[in-house]
Structures are given as C-alpha cells and as structure tokens.
C-alpha cells in the first residue's frame, strides 16, 4: 500500500514517441511504463535462450551476419517498419499459447499519442522490452522452415538464395514489407547489420559523418576517420580524410587523446 501510495504511478499504458532513424525518418518508439518493461525483458531473455539453443545467438548476431554476408550462396534481407508489422493475431496464431500469455499480459493494450489513447493491433513497438526479441524468432521460424542455416537479427535475415522468395511470399503474409534497397537476392552485393560486402571487392568500409554536438560525437568521428584513413588506397581522399582529423586533433582536450598504435 504505501509502495503504490508513495512510489509507484500506475498508468493505463504506454506513450507514444519518435526517435531519429536515420537523417530523413523517424521511428514510432513505445515510452513503457518501468514495471511493464521489467517484465517484458525477463520474456525476452527467455527467447534469447532459445534462440541461442537454436545457433542464432543474438549477443553476437551482428558479428556473426557481418562474417556470412561474404557466402555468394545467400540473400540478404530488410524490412520496412518490421517492428511496427507484428500483429498481435499473427503472434497469437504463431505462438505457443505459454508464451502468448505472458505477451499479452506484459504489452501495453494501450498507448496514448497527443492526449489520446489508441488500442493497436500490433503486438508492440521498439521501446518495448520484447519487440526485438519477438520480432528476431517470429523470422527466424519461417526461414528456419525453408532452409535450416537461416539467420535472424531483429529483421535483418541472412538466408539462402533458393528459398529467399518463398520466405518473403511467407513474410508478406502476415503483413512484412520487404525493403527493396537493403534487400539483395542472387546479388554480388549483399548488406547486413550495417556491413557491406561485395564479391568483386570484398568488405566495404562506410561511415556517415554528421554536425558535432558533444563530445562522444567527436570521438566517433575521429575514430571513423581513423579507420578510413588506415585502409585507404586513394591518395586524394586520404588527403582530405587526414586534414579533417587533424583539424579535429588540434582543438580537442588532452582528455579526449589516446595512444595510437596503427601509425
């Protein structure tokens, strides 16, 4: 009593929010309430478990689709919205009726946007504790079906290219719409988790560079010039890469530089 009088805030559900995804989107984030997400990560932790059982651990899922993208033998796949394309009557159909229950029971049935609470029909969006974890093992099940070495990190899919079209007629099912520009089948070129690799070349390195506005977005920015310096082949743009990290060396504090050993 005096825990619910005194501390906690009882709430009849989530809210609604954005967050940048990339430098023209947006993402719908979920704002949940403390108890709620508690809750929804020891259901997360639950399928990690057995995803890992499965040989698609999600501790190292990017460093593992990092390495398998350079198999000319397999299709590469992304989705658009993916953690908002979840419906709640496909995880009730997927599902084991033991899991659904504790879905149901941990999502917010409601979510509230501008004053107004609207009742969703999908399952949940990223903020909450699952969304990823559901998402990763609802596409991994169908892809699992078509081709056992299948992997799943969030909705990034790394399968082979013979089954790659069924499991997207699949997808499209229950609501997935594929992402035609990160999305490569029978390509020289495949992406995934944030790697680029082509059989012609091999890995690609690429950053994004934008306005510094603290001091870890510096650090970043010199660490990727760093990085792009020490494999780069072109003279003229090691040029310019090397005068926009000196640049930034001369104004940082003494705090901020640390030994470099790749000279």
């Known amino acids: 009593h005096q825990l619910e009088r005194d501390v906690v805030t009882f709430v009849r559900g989530s809210r609604g929010s954005s967050v940048p995804k990339n430098n023209e989107k947006r993402r719908f984030i979920n704002v949940e309430p403390f108890l709620n997400m ?37 299709a590469t ?102 992402n035609p520009t990160k999305t490569f089948l029978f390509s020289s070129f495949r992406e995934s988790c944030g790697a680029f690799y082509s059989d012609d070349y091999g890995y690609l390195v690429t950053f994004d560079f934008k306005w510094l506005e603290s001091p870890a977005d510096y650090i970043i920015a010199c660490n990727k010039l760093a990085i792009a310096m020490y494999g780069c082949e072109d003279l003229q743009l090691l040029e310019i890469y090397q005068k926009y990290h000196s640049a930034l060396i001369r104004v940082a504090p003494s705090w901020l530089l640390g030994y470099r050993d790749w000279e």
């Open 38 to 74: 508690m809750m929804q990560r020891t259901v997360a932790s639950t399928m990690r478990d057995k995803m890992k059982a499965l040989g698609n651990d999600l501790e190292f899922g990017q460093l593992h689709h990092r390495r398998l993208i350079a198999d000319s033998s397999v």
């Open 77 to 178: 796949i992304d989705f658009e919205n993916a953690s908002d394309s979840v419906y709640l009557d496909v995880v009730q159909w997927m599902f084991p009726p033991s899991c659904v229950k504790y879905l149901v029971k941990y999502r917010s049935y409601m979510t509230k946007i501008d004053g107004i609470e609207y009742v969703p029909n999908k399952l949940s969006s990223m903020g909450n504790g699952f969304t990823f974890e559901v998402m990763s093992i609802l596409l991994l099940a169908i892809g699992r079906v078509l081709d056992e070495t299948t992997r799943v990190y969030g909705d990034d899919v790394i399968i082979h290219n013979l089954v790659s079209e069924p499991f997207l007629a699949a997808c499209a099912d229950i609501g997935f719409k594929v």
